[in-house]
């Protein structure tokens, strides 16, 4: 949860911390983005670590360099500074989230309470993106910019006070760490996420391109690497199971639709509706609970329901969402929650059950590499979904709006920029350039409620045909390993 909350906690804090530090526009941009790019970018090499090393000792080292980094980060003196903290901090969040799948993979034998684990793990991950606004302005009421960070402490002390308690797993065949893959999979995933997210901001030009094309030819020379490999920092023999390659691929692309939606929505109260972050952010709780409702119900379904019917059907749900998503108008802020809402509960089996198909269907011994790769393809699924469904809602705004005569282009550019017009405007005619932007924005946000619909059907049928081998989760721990094929454990 604490991983999550990092993400989008920082929000509202950004324009406090940057008169504070003095943080230009570029700094701040490398200050909000640094943290997502370095979680991104280790997080296949430090599951591929926690199998040859240990889970625990993973997970403990890394949850104390997040705590003290968390304690650099809140009393940053300058951008620079707090950049660098930044950064860290994603490297050591890295070290957090495949730990912490991979410890329940192994800890969790009985397939109820692996069900219930996962589904408790899903939970607190997508709590900490809904409350990371909600958290940020109720402590910015109150506190400085810093305080924000420092949140991170006492979870993490209480982490570390709880070390005990948590058995030690590791592959004792895992070989060493190959230091040239490691610094492939950088020189992949870097570029790629960086791309995705200058094309959202910017819309596309010569750097996105390049950085996108530079990472999927460094990501082709990675995997030529790990083939090669007696011991590959990713074991691409895990996608030689259908119900696992499935698996990842329906968590990327649902991660996409989820993002990239309620970045729209998001921007809708907020730009349309008038809404304050903070005000946003409690609307969007709503939705929140839905999404937690229906991972929390998952576990009970899937001991008597195969997981393709389960997801499959979920995507059915969230199709009638979107679609719900397409009719809304102007000042319909109750309608938009509750579809949102029906998105939510429709998506809601992915994160309850998706980490248990691909763990269940990997060898124990790769749990760290196989949950490094479900959270690489979360990642990929929020910055693809900020990137396509953002250009998406972007170009069509710019088809659809229709400004006064006279209206300076930089209202044409997007919904932020007219509201930023209209500030300087009389009141009549900001008022009509406002009422133009709105409408143009609102049919964007139909266009991409029609893609994510779309999305949606092509995932109900990939889950149908690629998981329909994969039985309910009761009765044995998996399907794919004989019961007697124990983890070493070190104690």
Same mark, same amino acid.
């Given at each position: 949860?604490?991983?999550?909350?990092?993400?989008?906690?920082?929000?509202?804090?950004?324009?406090?911390?940057?008169?504070?530090?003095?943080?230009?526009?570029?700094?701040?941009?490398?200050?909000?983005?640094?943290?997502?790019?370095?979680?991104?970018?280790?997080?296949?090499?430090?599951?591929?670590?926690?199998?040859?090393?240990?889970?625990?000792?993973?997970?403990?080292?890394?949850?104390?360099?997040?705590?003290?980094?968390?304690?650099?980060?809140?009393?940053?003196?300058?951008?620079?500074?707090?950049?660098?903290?930044?950064?860290?901090?994603?490297?050591?969040?890295?070290?957090?989230?495949?730990?912490?799948?991979?410890?329940?993979?192994?800890?969790?034998?009985?397939?109820?309470?692996?069900?219930? !684990?996962?589904?408790? =793990? &899903?939970?607190?991950?997508?709590? $900490? %993106?809904?409350? @990371?606004?909600? *958290? #940020?302005? +109720?402590?910015?009421?109150?506190?400085?910019?810093?305080?924000?960070?420092?949140?991170?402490?006492?979870?993490?002390?209480?982490?570390?006070?709880?070390?005990?308690?948590?058995?030690?797993?590791?592959?004792?065949?895992?070989?060493?760490?190959?230091?040239?893959?490691?610094?492939?999979?950088?020189?992949?995933?870097?570029?790629?996420?960086?791309?995705?997210?200058?094309? !959202?901001?910017?819309? =596309? &030009?010569?750097?996105?391109?390049? $950085? %996108?094309?530079? @990472?999927?030819? *460094? #990501?082709? +020379?990675?995997?030529?690497?790990?083939?090669?490999?007696?011991?590959?920092?990713?074991?691409?023999?895990?996608?030689?199971?259908?119900?696992?390659?499935?698996?990842?691929?329906?968590?990327?692309?649902?991660?996409?639709?989820?993002?990239?939606?309620?970045?729209?929505?998001?921007?809708?109260?907020?730009?349309?509706?008038?809404?304050?972050?903070?005000?946003?952010?409690?609307?969007?709780?709503?939705?929140?609970?839905?999404?937690?409702?229906? %991972?929390?119900?998952?576990?009970?379904?899937?001991?008597?329901?195969?997981?393709?019917?389960?997801?499959?059907?979920?995507?059915?749900?969230?199709?009638?969402?979107?679609?719900?998503?397409?009719?809304?108008?102007?000042?319909?802020?109750?309608?938009?929650?509750?579809?949102?809402?029906?998105?939510?509960?429709?998506?809601?089996?992915?994160?309850?059950?998706?980490?248990?198909?691909?763990?269940?269907?990997?060898?124990?011994?790769?749990?760290?590499?196989?949950?490094?790769?479900?959270?690489?393809?979360?990642?990929?699924?929020?910055?693809?979904?900020?990137?396509?469904?953002?250009?998406?809602?972007?170009?069509?705004?710019?088809?659809?709006?229709?400004?006064?005569?006279?209206?300076?282009?930089?209202?044409?550019?997007?919904?932020?920029?007219?509201?930023?017009?209209?500030?300087?405007?009389?009141?009549?005619?900001?008022?009509?350039?406002?009422?133009?932007?709105?409408?143009?924005?609102?049919?964007?946000?139909?266009?991409?409620?029609?893609?994510?619909?779309?999305?949606?059907?092509?995932?109900?049928?990939?889950?149908?045909?690629?998981?329909?081998?994969?039985?309910?989760?009761?009765?044995?721990?998996?399907?794919?390993?004989?019961?007697?094929?124990?983890?070493?454990?070190?104690?």
């Amino acid at each position: 949860m604490l991983v999550a909350l990092d993400i989008s906690v920082l929000f509202l804090a950004l324009p406090h911390l940057s008169v504070d530090l003095g943080a230009d526009a570029t700094q701040q941009l490398w200050i909000t983005d640094i943290y997502g790019f370095m979680t991104a970018g280790f997080l296949v090499t430090m599951g591929s670590l926690g199998d040859r090393v240990g889970r625990r000792r993973l997970l403990l080292v890394g949850g104390a360099a997040f705590g003290l980094l968390s304690l650099l980060a809140a009393f940053s003196t300058s951008p620079e500074m707090l950049i660098v903290a930044r950064a860290l901090l994603g490297v050591a969040g890295a070290t957090l989230l495949p730990s912490t799948l991979s410890l329940i993979g192994v800890m969790f034998r009985d397939p109820r309470q692996f069900g219930l !684990a996962m589904a408790a =793990w &899903g939970t607190a991950f997508m709590l $900490g %993106i809904a409350l @990371g606004p909600v *958290v #940020g302005g +109720a402590l910015l009421e109150r506190f400085w910019w810093g305080s924000v960070f420092l949140i991170g402490v006492p979870v993490m002390l209480l982490l570390l006070a709880a070390a005990p308690l948590l058995p030690e797993f590791r592959d004792p065949a895992g070989g060493r760490v190959d230091l040239v893959s490691v610094v492939l999979s950088l020189a992949a995933i870097l570029p790629l996420i960086y791309g995705l997210k200058a094309v !959202a901001r910017d819309g =596309w &030009g010569v750097g996105p391109a390049v $950085g %996108i094309t530079a @990472g999927l030819l *460094v #990501g082709a +020379a990675f995997v030529h690497r790990q083939r090669a490999l007696a011991h590959p920092l990713l074991d691409l023999r895990l996608f030689r199971h259908r119900a696992f390659t499935a698996a990842v691929l329906i968590g990327l692309l649902c991660g996409a639709l989820q993002t990239g939606t309620g970045m729209e929505v998001a921007l809708f109260l907020q730009t349309v509706e008038g809404m304050s972050p903070l005000e946003a952010g409690l609307w969007l709780l709503g939705p929140a609970v839905a999404l937690i409702v229906s %991972i929390n119900l998952t576990p009970r379904l899937a001991s008597r329901v195969r997981p393709a019917y389960l997801l499959s059907g979920g995507m059915v749900i969230a199709v009638v969402g979107q679609l719900l998503l397409t009719q809304v108008a102007v000042g319909a802020v109750t309608a938009l929650i509750v579809f949102l809402g029906v998105c939510y509960f429709g998506v809601g089996p992915v994160g309850g059950m998706i980490n248990q198909v691909a763990m269940s269907t990997s060898p124990p011994e790769k749990a760290g590499s196989a949950a490094s790769l479900v959270a690489t393809g979360g990642e990929f699924g929020v910055a693809l979904g900020v990137a396509a469904l953002g250009s998406l809602g972007t170009a069509v705004y710019r088809g659809a709006f229709t400004p006064p005569t006279g209206t300076p282009a930089l209202a044409q550019d997007g919904i932020n920029g007219a509201v930023a017009v209209a500030r300087d405007l009389p009141a009549d005619q900001g008022a009509a350039l406002l009422g133009a932007a709105r409408e143009a924005f609102t049919t964007g946000l139909h266009a991409v409620a029609w893609a994510s619909a779309a999305l949606c059907a092509v995932l109900a049928v990939l889950a149908l045909v690629r998981l329909r081998g994969v039985a309910p989760f009761a009765g044995v721990h998996d399907g794919h390993h004989q019961p007697d094929q124990e983890p070493v454990l070190v104690d």
